[in-house]
């Protein structure tokens, strides 16, 4: 994803921009959109706002989104939604943007089962990352960047602006907002409340003082998609979760790890009613959480429901 900031070396004018690329935190990317129409039999009026922010860790944006409506040949809308954080490189979080969703809505028993056909699509992504081809470099030798590292996955897809469908794997999380009470719907894949099966794939979880719980002393989540050389140890097998959207719901929140390390959910969803508009909830909260201290990149993706 482009960077919002380009400058030329050299002049005071670049000086200038330099100061305010320092003042934007590297944003890389911020918008708005809406359903097309009332996506709902009560007439909701569906809209959502992301906003995307590079961290100061020693790595390039490896965070992706999705955040978009679409209009189905059968007449159904679909607003899909997802963040992945990707780790080693953003090359598998870059894949899923891309690819995930339409392998979702390609299963053709999503309408009809549609927990077993998420969980096939996951899997069958999953397959699709860690067979991805080496290429290569100029001088001959192998290049495996298309293969490395791995990436988080949360995916909200809102059926006709009735139904929520929720799938995730590892830590990036959605919240939902209900009468102003936050309401956590993805599972937080962190290797300790998995230590057992990680154990019975043959891996170990090690825990060293002053970091997080990481399985083979590498990857701090349970759950992942590629990860090649840990994947006997770990699983790309999503928690899916289906519900009514509810009278009471107002919102939901959609984002990578660097925000939930610095904000509990309700206090998360508190500074997101604060404005009506998605795009500027989606801003506030990454500020937000630039200002608690988080370093690492952030995206975030508000919906509001109503």
Not at 216 to 245: C, N, T, Y
Not at 288 to 297: F, H, N, P, Q, T
Request: glycine share 8%; with cysteine.
């Amino acid at each position: 994803m482009a960077s919002l900031q380009q400058h030329e070396v050299g002049d005071q004018e670049d000086d200038r921009h330099r100061a305010a690329e320092h003042e934007q935190e590297a944003v890389r990317a911020t918008g708005r959109g809406k359903s097309k129409k009332a996506t709902s039999a009560a007439g909701l009026k569906v809209t959502y706002g992301y906003h995307l922010v590079e961290g100061k860790m020693p790595h390039g944006m490896e965070d992706r989104h999705v955040a978009e409506f679409r209009r189905l040949e059968d007449g159904n809308e679909v607003g899909l939604f997802g963040v992945f954080d990707g780790h080693s490189g953003a090359d598998v979080a870059a894949y899923l943007r891309d690819h995930l969703f339409d392998n979702i809505l390609a299963e053709p028993d999503f309408w009809d089962d549609t927990m077993a056909a998420i969980r096939r699509a996951y899997h069958r992504t999953d397959r699709k990352v860690l067979k991805k081809k080496k290429k290569k470099k100029k001088d001959g030798a192998d290049d495996d960047r298309p293969g490395r590292g791995g990436s988080t996955a949360v995916t909200v897809i809102l059926l006709n602006g009735e139904t929520m469908v929720v799938a995730n794997v590892g830590d990036s999380r959605a919240v939902v907002c209900e009468a102003g009470r936050a309401r956590q719907l993805s599972v937080d894949h962190e290797p300790l409340r998995e230590r057992r099966a990680i154990e019975s794939r043959g891996g170990c979880v090690t825990e060293i003082h002053g970091d997080v719980p990481r399985v083979d002393a590498q990857l701090a989540m349970a759950r992942a998609f590629g990860d090649r050389k840990l994947k006997e140890h770990i699983s790309s097998d999503p928690d899916v979760a289906i519900e009514d959207v509810g009278d009471d719901a107002e919102l939901v929140v959609i984002a990578s790890d660097g925000l939930w390390k610095v904000m509990s959910n309700q206090e998360a969803v508190d500074a997101a009613r604060a404005t009506r508009d998605a795009r500027k909830a989606a801003v506030r909260l990454v500020h937000e959480a630039v200002r608690r201290g988080s370093k690492d990149d952030i995206a975030c993706v508000v919906v509001r429901i109503r």
